[in-house]
């Protein structure tokens, strides 16, 4: 059974402030791993995709890998009261067909306050 | 690029009667769809996976019969919802991949969701 756990929070920063958010997974073979942000009501987006272990910047926005420890994290600066959503990790595994089907977490929620 | 359309986007019905919802890859060939349900504040449940042509892979604890899902072209994937009943009532989100030759790096690009309110 794969798995991808995320602290469902809620976590509050003040605005300004640096968020983080973190992942782990099960599968140590998995390649692929993606944050989305999904706002209430409303389908997930692609915030990141990192692939390689190390950080990865854009924007405001820096995902940070490391694949011996299973962790991937997703660092937002600056945070401002729209960024207020629920953050979902997700990790990509091969099945047993050949193609590679995503296993998200439960999600964590932030709250940015001003 | 990479946009994935899904209709309706909310629809009402009445308990006993099907829902159909579609979801359509605009500007690329989705090899694979997942299709996904999400209840108030819980988190994404995956229903079923399916390929273009061939029948649908479906989650343990997900009725087949219930859930009808078709991928008969590359770019259109219908999820019908038979016989609803109340405790259907839920966000249903398709997503799709243009994976090719079975690429690990592609994200999911997803629809917008239906909200299906089953009275």
């Known amino acids: 059974q794969k798995e991808v756990e995320q602290n469902s929070g809620p976590l509050s920063v003040p605005e300004g402030a640096i968020a983080s958010l973190n992942c782990t997974y099960s599968?140590?073979?998995?390649?692929?791993f993606f944050w989305y942000r999904q706002y209430s009501g409303k389908s997930p987006e692609l915030i990141m995709s990192?692939?390689?272990?190390g950080d990865k910047e854009d924007g405001r926005f820096t995902a940070q890998l490391n694949k011996a420890s299973q962790y991937v994290s997703l660092l937002i600066r600056d945070s401002q009261p729209s960024d207020s959503a629920t953050y979902l990790c997700?990790?990509?595994?091969?099945?047993?067909?050949?193609?590679?089907?995503?296993?998200f977490g439960r999600g964590t929620s932030l709250i940015v306050h001003p | 690029g990479a946009v994935v359309s899904q209709h309706p986007s909310r629809v009402i019905c009445k308990s006993g009667t099907s829902v159909k919802i579609e979801c359509r890859s605009l500007?690329?060939?989705?090899?694979?769809m997942f299709w996904y349900r999400q209840f108030p504040k819980q988190s994404l449940m995956l229903m079923a996976t399916?390929?273009?042509?061939?029948?649908?892979?479906?989650e343990q604890g997900v009725e087949k019969d219930k859930f009808l899902i078709n991928h008969a072209s590359l770019t259109l994937s219908t999820l019908t919802v038979t016989s609803a009943h109340p405790e259907d009532s839920s966000f249903y989100i398709c997503?799709?991949?243009?994976?090719?030759?079975?690429?690990?790096?592609?994200?999911?690009?997803f629809g917008n969701g239906t909200r299906l309110t089953v009275t």
């Open positions: 500007d690329f060939q989705a090899t694979t």
């Open positions: 990192i692939y390689s272990n």
């Open positions: 399916s390929n273009e042509g061939s029948k649908a892979t479906y």
């Open positions: 997503s799709a991949s243009s994976w090719a030759d079975s690429r690990r790096d592609s994200p999911l690009h």
């Open positions: 599968d140590r073979v998995s390649q692929s």
């Open positions: 997700a990790v990509n595994s091969a099945s047993s067909g050949g193609s590679y089907i995503p296993t």
